[in-house]
């Protein structure tokens, strides 16, 4: 197959078979030796590949490493096992960066020591876990409970930079806002941002671990709240993983309905950071508009779908309901009126002197820099980066669509709010094309409890970007190991980076235009 194609230099580089994998989604596998896995990671940067996921399986007595890497939207799964009573591996971070805070975790869940990592702080281990106790190993119970109150998670060795002139600004856990916990440390000379640090995980939820042993349903309803803005987009990457794993045919119509759902989502989430952008730099006409628009779209979301977010909407197998005549009309005649309503707006916001005042040249990510840190999504195609998994892979029913991809170079938060004003005005087109060309028939396949083991990865374009889940089924149809991985993994670290040189005060307006999940990196 072309995927395998794509790979076959890597393979004769690291003198190993390629395999595709055992499921339906096509993903080709090079199973290593571990002391081969330097060398792969070093061939693959060499190659040009980009670092897509890591993560670890606790299968007795040793521990699976899983990386999934691209090139030429082709995915490639490299797989090896470490003695768990030994479990170390070389680093991928000294290769991809990306990988950093995602082997970090790795490391706090399992224990596994990645040799050559650039950094050995602890990223998501709360206080409550002693050195020797890693919460994703299968000895470790899902209900047990600290015999002593936790302590404050207040000693994180963020890096020190001293000088003359230089001072710390300690931002958070807890904001002034309705936002979820991060804490962020500069270090600033007068109002210049010399560095900034990050510390995620203040909302660790646990929901690999109480991911195992769930039976299919509920393991959706877990996977549509990792991150609750991002609800569609997480059930219809955990069903597709599913559906790969067991070859499920799904039907035509459900697939346009799941795309339907997807691009709402995507218009909602847009909509809501342009106007936050807008109100970050006091333009409340625009925060205004957008929201009042925001509210409206959630308000016919709930009508049709009976959740504003669109909760538990996709199922294995399809979709949980229908779209009927009504709401086919109730949704052309909104899409009417929003591209009315958009089109009248955009000079408006395009002429505003006071708007690019504050956000051209602003929190600039350069191609190179958002390369490096591996970003795509709004976030990546400000920057230069056009991939799209919608267009790339072209996965049912995009594949029978023309995708627009909006793509800027400049890198700054002008970029990023103008890309998302674009995705907006195509989401109207395309959901239109999908009401007008929606299929007749079911919208659900009966799911089959497979007899044996199986897994399988689903890859799905969510509103922020990729997002790649794996989902391992035992011989009971039981779940064994779920790890879903958010497009925020890689744009965290990218806030890091174009924030430098710029102000204290244009910080919440890079943040916004990022809007990295907390949820969704704090598992």
Known sequence: MPSKKTHERLSQLLNTELKLSASCSNITTLHLDHNNWQKAASNAAKLNYRFANIWAQDLGENIEINIILELQAS???????????????????????????????????????????PDNRRWIRHQAWFAEQFPLRKNFPATKAPTTITPPD????????????????PVGPVHAGI???????????GEDIITLEEHLGYTHKGIEKIAEGRKIDALIKLAGRVSGDSTASYAWSACSALENATCLEIP?????????????????????????????????????????????WLRLNASIFRHRFMM?????????????????????????????????????????????????????????QAKIFGVLGYVGRSSGHKFDLRSDLAY????????????????????????????????LELIEQLLNTLPSGTIHTPWLTPTQTVEGIGLIEGWRGEIITFIRLNSDGLIERYFPRDPSWFSWPALEQLVLGNIVPDFPVCNKSINGSYSGVDL
């Open 75 to 117: 995915y490639i799964l490299l797989r090896t096992l470490v003695d768990i009573n030994v479990p170390t591996i070389p680093s991928f971070t000294p290769y991809f960066p990306a990988a950093n805070r995602l082997e970090r975790h790795t490391h706090d869940m399992f224990g596994i020591v990645f040799f050559a990592h």
């Open 154 to 169: 207040s000693n994180y060795p963020f890096l020190p930079i001293s000088g003359s002139g230089i001072y710390e600004i």
């Open 179 to 189: 936002i979820e916990p991060g804490h962020f440390r500069f270090q600033v000379a």
């Open 252 to 296: 035509q119509r459900a697939l346009h309905i799941r795309a339907i759902i997807s691009e709402r989502e995507r218009i909602a989430n847009h909509l809501g950071d342009f106007a936050a952008i807008c109100n970050d730099v006091s333009y409340t006409f625009a925060y205004y508009q957008l929201t009042r628009l925001k509210e409206l």
């Open 312 to 368: 538990d909407c996709i199922i294995p197998g399809g979709v949980a309901m229908d779209i009927n005549t009504e709401n086919y009309q109730a949704m052309h005649q909104q899409i009417l009126n929003f591209k009315s309503e958009l089109n009248g707006l955009l000079p408006i916001f395009e002429a505003h002197s006071g708007l690019h005042g504050r956000i051209k040249t602003t929190g600039i990510l350069t191609i190179e």
């Open 396 to 427: 049912p029913p995009y594949d029978k669509f023309k995708i627009h991809v909006p793509v800027f170079n400049t890198g700054d938060v002008l970029a990023r709010l103008r890309v998302r004003f674009q995705e907006i005005l195509f989401s």
